[in-house]
């Protein structure tokens, strides 16, 4: 190891060089416009409630597929990291793979959502969000893309309506919510969800939000401002920053009632692995999954181990399961460079091969 290098000047030159970059970073950032949040062409085609259905347009010239991709994200964060960034976007790249891409926002709910359930939510939304899909493009069966949480969703979904769904895609999709490198499943384990909604009603984004931060206190809470002096000078740079820590602090309420399941039938009874999760008067048997499954998970995810989303091969009953790993975390498989490259072809090959 070389020694460091401590001498009077050069201390003085590396002081110098980083008030510099603050001084230049300050002038950026004064002169930075509002950050914007996706950057896709898209138009609204249904809404209801808070939410809104979306479809994207694609690139002229691009053979699209004639089966859409409806993208099932979670609730606990804004689906725009799917279109973080003209260079960074999944969305965008798909519709370069010739899909024909449509997205749920589930918006931001409010006091009148808390009694909310997750049947609501996937039965009821979902669903008639998946009929306007077939409806405008003319298609019995769509597929779907469920992400995180909303990965989840599309299982259970799937599960109960395999007929209106020709493909299945989840990315960073927990199904065994016990593993035991699962840190966030550790503390959920031992929390009294009753007296939380019962106290609360909806669950504060910010609370989650925070939760989800301390699960590397170190990397995501302080290493990274210190290492943000480094980017300030590069506008672009600076931008891109930005626009994460808009989209991580961009945290919408939870309905209370449907927290309260997703705590307790995924994370506290393990429903996936141990039966037993019920949506209004339908349980939900992964076996009744006969379509084609991709199964997409990232190999150093702190959220969704991988462990955690692998535990889905063997349990639905398809004959057609194929896994995309990629060696990246929860959030790079979206906004990194490589994975842009990477896992939205890998997609679009699949999808093509499975019309």
């Given amino acids: 190891m070389e020694p460091i290098d401590i001498r009077p000047e050069k201390l003085a030159e590396e002081m110098a060089d980083y ?79 010739g899909q024909d ?12 959502d808390s009694s909310l359930t997750l049947d609501d939510y996937i039965n ?53 919510f016990q593993t ?10 031992s929390i009294d969800i009753d007296l939380l909604v019962n106290t609360l009603g909806n669950v504060p984004g910010e609370l989650l939000n925070w939760t989800f931060l301390s699960l590397k206190p170190f990397s995501l809470t302080g290493q990274k401002y210190v290492n943000m002096v480094d980017l300030l000078e590069d506008e672009t740079r600076l931008k891109n920053f930005l626009r994460m820590e808009k989209w991580i602090f961009d945290s919408p309420d939870q309905a209370g009632e449907s927290f309260r399941q997703f705590i307790k039938e995924f994370f ?25 499954v991709l199964n997409v998970y990232a190999e150093q995810d702190h959220l969704v181990p991988p462990d955690a989303s692998r535990a889905l091969k063997g349990l639905t009953g398809t004959s057609d399961y194929s896994e995309v790993v990629f060696p990246g975390g929860h959030i790079g498989i979206y906004v990194s460079g490589k994975a842009q490259k990477t896992i939205p072809p890998a997609i679009g090959r699949w999808l093509r091969e499975h019309v």
């Fill in 19 to 97: 008030s510099r970059k603050l001084g230049k970073g300050l002038e950026n950032l004064l002169n930075t416009t509002e950050i914007d949040t996706g950057v896709t062409p898209r138009q609204a085609i249904y809404r209801e409630d808070k939410l809104t259905l979306y479809r994207y347009q694609g690139a002229d010239g691009v053979t699209q597929n004639p089966v859409p991709t409806l993208i099932v994200y979670a609730l606990v964060n804004r689906p725009y990291m799917a279109d973080i960034q003209e260079d960074r976007s999944t969305i965008r790249n798909l519709l370069n793979e």
């Fill in 101 to 112: 891409v449509f997205l749920i926002d589930w918006g931001y709910p409010d006091g009148s």
């Fill in 124 to 176: 009821g939304y979902i669903d008639r969000c998946v009929d306007v899909v077939r409806k405008q493009c003319d298609q019995e069966k769509i597929n779907i893309l469920g992400i995180c949480q909303g990965g989840a969703f599309s299982l259970c979904y799937t599960a109960l309506n395999q007929g209106k769904v020709k493909n299945l895609i989840t990315m960073v999709t927990p199904v065994d």
């Fill in 180 to 189: 035991p490198d699962n840190l966030l499943s550790a503390w959920v384990q």
């Fill in 268 to 292: 506290q009874k393990n429903g996936f692995i141990n039966g037993g999760i019920r949506l209004g008067e339908r349980l939900v048997d992964l076996n009744n999954i006969t379509c084609p």
